[in-house]
């Protein structure tokens, strides 16, 4: 894997790409996790906790996953996935934010998701090197995404 230090901008660059990587390792989304979740979030709508009513009034005929859950897994989807570089030289990276987020498609309990993405764009600023990517969850044989999120990573320089 190459790695690229944080602000040379110039090899970032090189990476930017309208094509998405390869998909990483699949993560399976449990009725467990969806529970923990609606626990820890205070967020209990029937669709992702009752199974029961699920498979009677759902038009997916189970639980769904709540799209933040989702979404929250990407920093183990991430580790699971197939870069072919990776940024080195940092102090930190600060989750900077984000310019989009879509939730396009349900994740049904019980189902795998994993996930691709691709550098956007990489700029220098004052406070470090501005990173967008934009990564593309799916449920594992689906071809529409779960989620599109361009997310924006803020790399700073060591400190001393």
Same mark, same amino acid.
């Given at each position: 894997?190459?790695?690229?230090?944080?602000?040379?901008?110039?090899?970032? $660059?090189?990476?930017?790409?309208?094509?998405?990587?390869?998909?990483?390792?699949?993560?399976?989304?449990?009725?467990?996790?969806?529970?923990?979740?609606?626990?820890?979030?205070?967020?209990? $709508?029937?669709?992702?906790?009752?199974?029961?009513?699920?498979?009677?009034?759902?038009?997916?005929?189970?639980?769904?996953?709540?799209?933040?859950?989702?979404?929250?897994?990407?920093?183990?989807?991430?580790?699971?996935?197939?870069?072919? &570089? $990776?940024v080195v030289g940092h102090g930190?990276?600060?989750? &900077?934010?984000?310019?989009?987020?879509?939730?396009?498609?349900?994740?049904?309990?019980?189902?795998?998701?994993?996930?691709?993405?691709?550098?956007?764009?990489? /700029?220098?600023?004052?406070?470090?090197?501005?990173?967008?990517? /934009?990564?593309?969850?799916?449920?594992?044989?689906?071809?529409?995404?779960?989620?599109? &999120?361009?997310?924006?990573?803020? &790399?700073?320089?060591?400190?001393?």
């Amino acid at each position: 894997m190459e790695k690229i230090r944080f602000d040379d901008i110039d090899a970032l $660059q090189k990476h930017v790409s309208q094509e998405f990587g390869e998909f990483g390792q699949p993560v399976e989304i449990s009725q467990q996790m969806i529970d923990r979740f609606a626990e820890i979030t205070g967020d209990h $709508q029937w669709i992702h906790i009752d199974v029961e009513r699920a498979k009677k009034e759902s038009p997916f005929k189970t639980t769904i996953a709540h799209g933040f859950l989702t979404l929250s897994l990407l920093p183990l989807l991430s580790a699971q996935g197939k870069a072919t &570089y $990776q940024v080195v030289g940092h102090g930190n990276a600060v989750n &900077y934010g984000s310019d989009k987020l879509r939730f396009l498609s349900p994740v049904p309990a019980g189902s795998q998701v994993h996930a691709r993405s691709r550098l956007v764009s990489a /700029e220098a600023g004052p406070k470090g090197t501005r990173i967008e990517t /934009e990564v593309a969850v799916h449920v594992v044989g689906s071809d529409r995404p779960a989620i599109l &999120y361009g997310m924006i990573v803020l &790399y700073q320089g060591k400190v001393g």
